[in-house]
C-alpha cells in the first residue's frame, strides 16, 4: 500500500504527519518505507537525526528528488513511478512525503499511490488550494483509478482561555465543509497545534516517542487519524 502525504500548500505540517503516520504503523507492526520526494528533505534529515539514537524503532527511507536540470522531464517522472512500483514490491507499506508543491514528483506519486492525505490548515489561503487539488486528483485517477484523495486538517487552534471549544469547533467544522464541497472530504480527527510536534520532530521522533515527555493528546489525534486512513 503506498500512501501519498502531499499538496500544494507549504507550511502545513506535511512531513510532521508523514513521520507520526509512519511511526505509528511501525508500532503495528507494518514493513514501513518512509520517501522522501521533497527538495527540502525534511523528512530524510528526521530520519537521519533518528538513527542516532538506538532506542528508537528503525525506520529506512530513501530519497527521490532529482534537483537537475532535467528533474522535471517527462523521463523522470517515469523515473519516479518506476522507481515507486519497485519500491511497493519489496515494502509492505510506503509513506511519501512529498512537500509542499505542485510538482512532477507529486503528480507521478499519485498515479501510483493508493491513498492520497492532504494536509490542509483551516485558513483561507490553504483551503483556496483545494479548487487545483481537485483536478489533480482527477487528472490522476483518470490512470489510477484506486487512488483515493482525503484531506486532514492541522495545526487546528487549540481550545483555551482566549479561544473556546465551540469556536474551535465551528472554525473547523466550517474548514471540513470546505473540503467536503471541493470533492476531498476531510477526516473526521484532525490536528491541533502543539509543542508536542515540534519537540519530537526536532530529535527524530515521533509523539509516541517523547523526547523527553509525551503529550497524551498528540497521541490520541495520530492514533484516530491512523485508525481513519486504515480504513478508508
Not at 51 to 67: E, F
Not at 202 to 207: L, M, R
Request: charge should be neutral; proline fraction near 4%; charged fraction near 30%.
Amino acid at each position: 500500500m503506498i500512501y501519498l502525504i502531499g499538496g500544494e500548500k507549504g507550511g502545513s505540517g506535511k512531513s510532521c504527519i508523514a513521520q507520526n503516520f509512519a511511526v505509528a504503523l511501525k508500532r503495528r507492526d507494518h514493513d514501513v518505507l518512509l520517501v522522501d520526494a521533497d527538495p527540502q528533505l525534511t523528512t530524510f534529515t528526521w530520519v537521519k537525526e533518528r538513527s542516532k539514537n538506538d532506542k528508537l524503532q528503525h525506520i529506512p527511507c530513501v530519497q527521490l528528488h532529482n534537483s537537475g536540470a532535467d528533474a522535471e522531464s517527462l523521463e523522470a517522472v517515469e523515473d519516479v513511478r518506476k522507481t515507486l512500483q519497485d519500491l511497493k514490491q519489496r515494502y509492505q507499506t510506503i509513506v511519501i512525503d512529498a512537500g509542499g508543491q505542485d510538482s512532477e514528483a507529486l503528480r507521478a506519486a499519485m498515479t501510483v499511490a493508493d491513498r492520497m492525505i492532504i494536509p490542509l490548515r483551516p485558513k483561507r489561503r490553504d483551503l483556496k488550494t483545494l479548487l487545483k487539488m481537485r483536478k489533480l486528483v482527477a487528472m490522476a485517477t483518470a490512470v489510477n483509478p484506486k487512488l483515493i484523495a482525503r484531506s486532514v486538517l492541522t495545526q487546528c487552534p487549540p481550545s483555551n482561555k482566549s479561544i473556546n471549544k465551540q469556536v474551535v469547533n465551528k472554525r473547523v467544522q466550517g474548514a471540513k465543509d470546505i473540503c467536503e464541497s471541493f470533492e476531498i472530504p476531510a477526516l473526521n480527527s484532525f490536528i491541533v497545534m502543539r509543542n508536542a510536534y515540534d519537540d519530537s520532530d526536532e530529535a527524530g521522533c515521533a509523539v509516541f516517542e517523547g523526547p523527553d515527555s509525551v503529550d497524551e493528546k498528540a497521541i490520541e489525534e495520530i492514533e484516530e487519524m491512523t485508525k481513519e486512513i486504515l480504513e478508508i
